[in-house]
């Protein structure tokens, strides 16, 4: 959704404004192309990798940028110590980037033969295989029903754990197989079986959830009056989680009870560009199907 978080950023010659997921940079350098000739960009990434190969990419603009390898939930610590001062524009394109997942040594995909890895910051000590390999098969049919919407998820943790006693699940394609195995034939799946506890794994092991509505309130925090904060989620958990703390951060009741009984707290720090999430147009679809289900919402600072 380029065309959109550009028209949206609002970018100008001059102007500070954050990645705060770089994953290639290809968002950033067209940001970059738009606050030349003394803009800056704040590009961080937990995955080192990424921010390397993004670096590189981004080489033209080296001394436009600052590439910061962290967590973005970190933000306010990345932006006092840079001491940039409010910034025009926050970007966060949530998720994993289409260079993780095709990489198939990273291990998400359900193909691979590679480790059931899925960390996106590789210097986290634990994977998805010691999620597999070490839950209670009940917190694991939990974590799969709650992070991946799974309606099987029971059946699912059962097989796990029955495999997992005669020898650990290491490799991606090796839990595919056990999870297919379980749930053949289940309706007419336009997904392969093993998605949604692939989505749900990949999920628990970066911690995708945890911190996003703070970083969404201090991020605001950080934005001159009139920048904005650009928000794309790539599933309903993620959206959720994006849409409720965008509209109570523009004083909207969240809460979804009768108005007598509404307690929201209704201090307005912006205000919501379009009630409803902007979504792919069809020419982008032709070309990238991945991108089905980005949900792309914009608060602007009061
Ligand atoms: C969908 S991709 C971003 C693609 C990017 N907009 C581009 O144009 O190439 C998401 C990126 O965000 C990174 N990421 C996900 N969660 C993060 C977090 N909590 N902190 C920092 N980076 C994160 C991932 O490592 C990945 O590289």
Redesign the pocket.
């Known amino acids: 959704m380029?065309e959109e978080v550009i028209e949206f950023l609002q970018c100008k010659p001059g102007e500070i404004h954050v990645?705060?997921?770089?994953?290639?940079?290809?968002?950033?350098q067209a940001i970059l192309q738009k606050i030349q000739p003394d803009g800056l960009l704040i590009g961080?990434?937990?995955?080192k990798e990424?921010l390397e190969k993004?670096g590189g990419h981004l080489k033209p603009f080296a001394d436009k940028i600052r590439l910061v390898h962290?967590?973005?939930?970190n933000l306010p610590l990345i932006l006092n110590n840079l001491d940039v001062g409010p910034v025009n524009g926050i970007?966060v394109?949530?998720?994993?980037?289409s260079?993780?997942l095709v990489s198939p040594e990273r291990g998400f995909s359900i193909h691979s033969e590679a480790h059931l890895d899925m960390r996106?910051?590789r210097s986290q000590r634990w994977t998805a295989a010691d999620i597999v390999n070490n839950t209670p098969e009940e917190e694991l049919a939990n974590l799969i029903y709650r992070y991946g919407e799974e309606k099987v998820s029971r059946r699912i943790a059962a097989a796990i754990v029955r495999e997992r006693k005669s020898a650990p699940i290491t490799r991606c394609s090796q839990l595919s197989e056990i999870i297919s195995r379980t749930i053949k034939g289940r309706g007419h799946q336009a997904i392969h079986p093993a998605t949604r506890t692939f989505q749900a794994l990949r999920i628990a092991v970066?911690e995708?959830l945890e911190?996003l509505e703070k970083f969404l309130v201090e991020a605001v925090g950080f934005l001159k009056p009139g920048g904005r904060i650009v928000a794309?989620a790539?599933h309903s958990l993620e959206d959720r989680i994006v849409k409720k703390t965008l509209r109570r951060l523009a004083g909207q009741c969240v809460c979804e009870r009768p108005p007598e009984l509404c307690r929201c707290p209704r201090k307005v720090e912006g205000r919501l560009i379009h009630a409803r999430p902007i979504t792919p147009k069809p020419e982008e679809l032709a070309v990238n199907p991945r991108a089905r289900s980005a949900r792309l919402r914009v608060l602007e600072k009061l």
């Not at 961080?44 to 995955?47: G, H, P, V």
């Not at 962290?70 to 939930?73: E, F």
């Not at 394109?93 to 980037?97: E, K, Y």
């Open positions: 380029l990645d705060a997921t770089l994953g290639m940079g290809g968002h950033a961080i990434d937990r995955d990424s993004a962290d967590n973005y939930k970007l394109d949530l998720g994993v980037s260079y993780q996106m910051d970066n995708e911190g794309i790539f």
